[in-house]
């Protein structure tokens, strides 16, 4: 089973509003990470886990806020986004952070308005 | 500056016609080379790792190989259905997975 649930599938919020990503893998990965991508552009790293401690953050904003509250769960709080913040977000898990290949959800496709 | 390229940026083929994707690489203390496929609106689905020059892949009518500049995936005799985009990705040392633009791929009946 290599499966990275994402929850929701599609989200729309609003620039004031409050709202959090989610994501689940049970394949005991000790790296989780998330991702961005804009339409036809790779994606691109934001944040990555280790251990459930937070090892890279990729100069983020800081109205992006990640949290892992277990080994299997990783979540990524939106407040005060911009419409430039739009995109298909992209949780990934791994065995460990060296020398492993990453497994990705489906994404959750955002769009602020 | 590490960097991962891919050419070309866009494939057309007719269905069972062979081509190869090429990607080029610049990565400090590259520790795996990865291949992704990935469907409008999905998340990338992992393909190949390859980890030292020499190294070769095979799945289905996918082959990647590994240089110590670059990489390729081969594909033989294409079906419609292996039209998506192709990902190629260098692990940094700091464990950045960090991807090239990719080649969206269309294959045509």
């Known amino acids: 089973d290599t499966e990275v649930t994402q929850t929701p599938k599609h989200l729309v919020m609003g620039m004031t509003n409050k709202k959090s990503l989610k994501c689940e893998q049970h394949?005991?990965?000790?790296?989780m990470y998330w991702y961005k991508q804009k339409a036809k552009k790779p994606p691109e790293l934001m944040f990555v886990y280790s251990y459930e401690k937070l090892s890279i953050n990729e100069s983020v904003p800081s109205r992006f806020s990640p949290e892992c509250p277990n080994s299997s769960l990783l979540n990524l709080h939106l407040h005060a986004l911009q419409p430039e913040d739009s995109a298909l977000y992209l949780c990934a898990s791994s065995q460990g952070l060296l020398n492993t290949e990453a497994f990705f959800g489906q994404g959750t496709r955002l769009t602020v308005v | 500056e590490d960097q991962v390229t891919q050419s070309p940026e866009a494939l057309r083929l007719q269905e069972g016609e062979s081509s190869s994707l090429n990607c080029s690489y610049t990565?400090?203390?590259?520790?795996?080379l990865f291949w992704y496929r990935q469907d409008p609106g999905k998340g990338p689905e992992f393909l190949f790792t390859l980890y030292s020059a020499g190294e070769e892949k095979e799945k289905e009518r996918l082959k990647a190989t590994l240089t110590k500049k670059e990489s390729f995936l081969h594909i033989t005799a294409p079906k419609p259905e292996d039209s998506a985009t192709y990902l190629c990705a260098g692990r940094t040392g700091a464990n950045n997975l960090f991807f090239g633009t990719g080649t969206r791929l269309t294959v045509i009946p």
């Open positions: 394949m005991g990965h000790r790296a």
């Open positions: 990565v400090s203390g590259l520790r795996g």
